[in-house]
């Protein structure tokens, strides 16, 4: 997946996942195209990147925003249990 399918799909400001990246939250692959490169992104990389996203949407900081992204993807049932009480609500 490119960089052009991540800001479409996520709809997140392109200078938004360049920081990500920078910080080493994420790690696309580079890959050679011409003289400039191209980033490549995982499957993974995109999970990650819509879980830090919204959590960034809700006005955590990039850090907390990661913490509770990473604690989403590694614990599939939090995710479930937060949004049936969303929905309870």
Do not use: C
């Not at 003289?35 to 955590?60: H, M, N, P, S, V």
């Amino acid at each position: 997946m490119q960089t052009s399918d991540i800001l479409e799909k996520i709809d997140i400001p392109r200078h938004k996942l360049y920081y990500l990246e920078q910080k080493g939250y994420i790690h696309p692959k580079k890959v050679p195209r011409g003289e400039l490169e191209a980033r490549e992104f995982t499957e993974e990389d995109f999970k990650k990147i819509q879980a830090i996203w919204k959590y960034l949407k809700q006005g955590f900081k990039h850090k907390i925003a990661y913490q509770k992204a990473m604690e989403e993807l590694n614990n599939p049932q939090l995710e479930l249990s937060l949004g049936s009480e969303k929905r309870a609500r």
